[in-house]
């Protein structure tokens, strides 16, 4: 039977644990995830989209076509490639991903532990800034400008909370928006040596 997500009771491909109990970094990092931990980051980014969609339809709906297909493209395959292949969760058996943020997308590339170098950081940057910066546009071209403050306080809050719940805990360490305490990342890499082996041949530990 095909599981929607990881089982709890099973270390990651990466770890040399033989279970995951006792572990030093089950309360620090989120190796493991569950239906409610992909409802509540599907519902703190929504309100981004249906506010930012909301804007560009009141200007013109035939605009919103190009801004989904990019956040398609983006968050479907650019950002799996040059982000999310660095991740541990990356090296799981099976065709798609099964994590809380890109949930379903597809293993097109292989998983590459370590760091992101500076021209994935780029893309993985600019793909973000077009993504939120894209309804900005017409929100100031038609002088929308209750809903562009509304826009941005909302895509502030997303960032904030994404920030405080999410990167704080990830095992994404190559992600530029993760913020794991370093000793934390240090017993992580412990348990798992292939990604500790491809940071330090990068001359990096964090």
Excluded at 176 to 196: C, H, M, S, T, Y
Aim: glycine share 6%; net charge positive; hydrophobic share 45%.
């Amino acid at each position: 039977m095909t599981h929607m997500f990881l089982d709890p009771r099973r270390p990651l491909t990466t770890c040399t644990a033989e279970n995951c109990a006792d572990c030093p970094v089950s309360k620090d990092i989120h190796c493991h995830f569950r239906a409610r931990d992909l409802t509540a980051f599907l519902l703190s980014a929504a309100p981004i989209f249906i506010i930012g969609g909301a804007g560009i339809v009141q200007f013109n709906a035939w605009w919103l076509i190009p801004w989904l297909l990019m956040a398609f493209g983006y968050f479907g395959f650019v950002e799996i490639r040059v982000m999310c292949s660095h991740c541990p969760h990356y090296a799981e058996p099976g065709k798609s991903l099964q994590c809380w943020a890109n949930y379903g997308s597809p293993r097109l590339w292989k998983y590459r532990p370590g760091p992101m170098n500076t021209s994935e950081k780029i893309i993985f940057e600019t793909g973000l800034a077009l993504i939120v910066g894209y309804p900005l546009i017409f929100l100031l071209i038609d002088l929308q400008w209750l809903l562009l403050v509304v826009f941005i306080l909302t895509v502030a809050s997303f960032f904030a909370t994404l920030k405080r719940s999410y990167c704080s805990e990830c095992m994404n360490f190559a992600c530029p928006l993760n913020n794991v305490d370093e000793k934390v990342r240090a017993e992580f890499f412990g348990r798992n040596p292939v990604i500790a082996q491809a940071w330090q041949a990068k001359g990096l530990d964090r």
